[in-house]
């Protein structure tokens, strides 16, 4: 409803629903603006990017709301983070006017080796010290919130000393950051490692989610693979409805990365997703 702010648990107004800026969309998305309330850009799209890049970039910004949204942070790593790379981060946020700027609970690089996947971090206490003090170096890059978003993840560290939910929420906390919770995500996690995602979506730090991720996923029986490439399931708009009913109103996002469908098909998607009502309790 235009001119009406939304507010949800984290004290955030929500910004409706967005899809991310991709290339095959670039020459038509602004021919339907009004259907989209906000748009993600993946950091390393346009980090340097001059000529159309940052033309587009910058049409955008005047068009929506934008938020950044990066997957080379390595914010688990145990190598320094990359200076150049967080200066041009901060070059973008100014930018775009970006709302927040996030990455993923992961590490992707180590010792100068980029592993070109999200790795997740094991959840100790060491590990939470030290995630804990790099979200603090990066939050001072920017004056707008900084979110860490809940990876999936295929693997599982036999050192583990608490649950994903309790590192979560006390990384939050700690840091004083905002969770990037993506839906399809918990999802896939939970059938991949057999637990119960509803418990999981209510042992986070809901008050901390300023954005949400919906995504669709390979489902090959006995793995699932968070592939980006598809429509979203029905158990997964599910979770997200469940999850609405305990946040309230929360800025959400398509991610559509790879077989980027149609322009019209992007968007039938996001109808879909904007159609999902909260619900009090599980299916
Ligand atoms: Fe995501």
Known sequence: MPGRVEVGMSGVASLGHGVGLRRPHWDTIFAEADRVDFVEILTENFLGEGGRARRVLEQAAATWPIVLHGTALSIGSVSPLDADYLAGLADLIRATG??????????????????????????????????????????????????LENPSYYVQYAGAEMGEAEFLSTLCARADCGLLLDVNNVYVNSRNHGYDPYAFIDALPLDRVLQIHMAGHDDLGDVIIDTHGAACVDPVLDLYAYTLGRTGPVSTLLEWDNAIPSQAVLLAELERIRAVRPVGARP
């Not at 100068?112 to 590990?127: N, Q, R």
């Open 98 to 147: 970006a709302r927040w700027f996030s990455d993923h609970l992961c590490f992707s690089s180590a010792f100068g080796v980029e592993y070109h996947d999200l790795l997740p971090v094991p959840f100790t206490a060491e590990a939470l010290d030290h995630v804990v003090a790099r979200v603090k170096q990066v939050q001072t890059i920017a004056n707008v919130p900084f979110l």
